[in-house]
């Protein structure tokens, strides 16, 4: 798929078939994952993709929308605050690197055909301790991935000169 025509594509999907994620497609992402920028190259990350049923309920649990536990993975990307890069005033750029790579992810799986919907609205410590996260890493963001159940609706767009100036 053409880049421009993924970025186009791609959509927050709220509803999931169960049908499996296909191993090709799971390396392929994990490829684009790995080749994602983040400062000095530090990459503060490691992803897991939950496959296990078991887990994946308890991680939804912690979602107040009940349509992550359909799909039949969830990517979970954590961070580490102490093993990224600093910004001069000593504020962790881990935040930014991760969002680096949760995109490339959602990018990828996007070009592959797969459905994903980029997940913040979590309490952390309680899905650190679901997931065994043990400080200094924290959980900083969720997706479900899988095939979406229906095709997304075009969605509306602000007007690309109120996000974007030349100066």
């Known amino acids: 798929m053409d880049f421009y025509d993924v970025l186009k594509k791609r959509r927050s999907i709220r509803s999931y078939k169960n049908d499996p994620v296909p191993e090709e497609s799971i390396q392929r992402i994990a490829e684009a994952v790995y080749f994602a920028p983040s400062a000095c190259n530090m990459k503060p990350w490691k992803i897991k993709l939950v496959t296990d049923p078991g887990l994946r309920a308890q991680i939804a ?6 349509w992550l536990a ?8 954590i961070g580490n605050n102490k093993q990224c890069w600093q910004r001069f005033e000593g504020n962790p750029a881990v935040d930014i690197d991760v969002g680096i790579a949760m995109e490339h992810l959602v990018l990828a799986a996007t070009a592959e055909g797969l459905a994903t919907c980029w997940i913040c609205a979590y309490e952390i410590k309680k899905m650190n301790a679901v997931l065994k ?3 200094p890493w924290n959980v900083l963001a969720i997706s479900p991935l899988g095939y979406a ?7 509306p767009h602000k007007d690309i000169n109120k996000i974007f100036e030349v100066i």
């Open 133 to 135: 996260v043990k400080d």
């Open 70 to 77: 359909e799909a039949p993975a969830i990517a979970v990307i």
């Open 149 to 155: 159940n229906a095709a997304p609706k075009d969605v």
């Open 61 to 66: 649990a912690n979602y107040t929308q009940p």
